[in-house]
């Protein structure tokens, strides 16, 4: 399905660090939250990802549930990385709409 092909794109411009793709992905008016976050907006979410992967090396994502409806994407993953000290998280993602 092509918006689960996109998530994909989005993720694996996050495992690489790659914030332009990541900001290619994205919708002006997308909501990215998480446990430290929830902001609203293209430039914000470009910002906390920024602040983000400023700060974490080999980034390991794996997807363990994907569930799809109305264009609407909520992946659940399996993300390691490391961090000033070592971590490991299990955590779900929804995306909104990405553009085509």
Do not use: C, H
Not at 15 to 40: A, C, H, P, Q, W
Not at 41 to 54: P, R
């Amino acid at each position: 399905m092509m918006w689960i092909d996109t998530a994909k794109k989005y993720l694996g411009a996050f495992t690489s660090k790659d914030i332009e793709t990541m900001g290619d992905l994205l919708t002006d008016d997308v909501e990215f939250i998480n446990s430290r976050y929830n902001v609203i907006g293209k430039d914000k979410a470009i910002q906390v990802n920024s602040k983000l992967l400023n700060n974490i090396e080999n980034v390991k994502i794996k997807i363990v549930n994907t569930a799809y409806r109305n264009k609407y994407i909520s992946m659940e993953l399996s993300m390691g990385y490391n961090y000033t000290v070592g971590s490991y998280r299990k955590i779900l993602v929804s995306l909104p709409p990405l553009p085509i």
